[in-house]
């Protein structure tokens, strides 16, 4: 999956990093960076996917559409779409751009909105990645949880480098007797859940 990475995804994933690291000392307001992942979280989320039951695949905060490319890796391994959400517009119009570029258009349903209202008719979910604004995640876990298949994942990002802001959803996940969750320490920080 890693060793032969399409040339336009590489590229893409090659500029979305340089605008990152732009966006991270420039100045760039918080709500305007592309704040993505690092490339060893992308990897590992391409793993976890790969594994994950039968089901479908999302992803909620597409941002410019840099997670999402590592997630179509493996979804496209398993020859289904990934399905991801972006609210902001201009983040919107940067993923479309990322997918085009990087021709994954055919593997990735990019959807508008806000996913707290359009996950409503999701059912059977094997993947979900939580990369969205940090208090909302207690409402994600609530809605994604419940739709989880037996095995499926749920991951959340960001929970060491916002682990004062996110103690609380952490302590949820791991007293929930519905999953079995662990933090990992690779890049931000993941919460895995695994649906019992």
Known sequence: MFQNINKKILERMSYLE???ATDRTDGTAHLKRVRQIPPETGKFLA??????????IIEIGTSAGYS???????????SQKVTTFELLAEKIKLAKETFRLAGVEDIVELIEGDAKELL???????FCFLDAEKDDYNNYYDIIIPKLVTGGLLIADNVIS???ALELFVGKAQNDDRVDALVVPIGKGELVCKRI
């Open 120 to 126: 409503a008719n999701i059912e059977n979910i094997s």
């Open 47 to 56: 793993l976890m996917v790969s594994m994950a039951p039968n089901g479908k």
């Open 18 to 20: 340089k605008l990152d």
């Open 162 to 164: 916002h682990q004062e």
């Open 68 to 78: 999402t490319l590592w997630l179509s890796l493996a979804s496209n391994k398993r």
